[in-house]
């Protein structure tokens, strides 16, 4: 029913930055909060950042400063564009509906390597 199709990670240098994209489907897009989540190896995933539906942001104490989320309505896009990263921010990233998240259901991801 849901469809989430995460792109944009990479191989990176500590320090540089990467934009990561999650096409979302589904016209109740644009009504509900969105995350982005993690998964280091060997970790628990976590949330790292969300968007609701009118616009406002949080993050992790991990990413402030550094990370920012933002969503397209018209298009059922997610964006999280990610400056300064760093060795300990590698992991495989996952874009979901706040809601759908805590039913344990999960795309593919995208792996972020961030070198030192």
């Known amino acids: 029913q849901v469809r989430l199709v995460e792109s944009g990670g990479g191989l990176v240098q500590a320090g540089g930055s990467l934009k990561l994209s999650c096409a979302a489907s589904?016209?109740?897009?644009?009504?509900?909060?969105m995350g982005w989540y993690r998964q280091a190896s060997g970790k628990q995933r976590e949330l790292v950042a969300d968007?609701?539906?009118?616009?406002?942001?949080n993050y992790a104490d991990s990413v402030k400063g550094r990370f920012t989320i933002s969503r397209d309505n018209a298009k059922n896009m997610v964006y999280l564009e990610m400056n300064n990263l760093k060795p300990e921010d590698t992991a495989v990233y996952y874009c979901?509906?706040?809601?759908?998240?805590?039913?344990?259901?999960w795309g593919q991801g995208t792996q972020v390597t961030v070198s030192s």
């Open positions: 979901n509906f706040l809601l759908l998240a805590r039913l344990g259901s």
């Open positions: 589904g016209r109740i897009f644009s009504i509900n909060a």
């Open positions: 968007i609701t539906s009118g616009g406002t942001t």
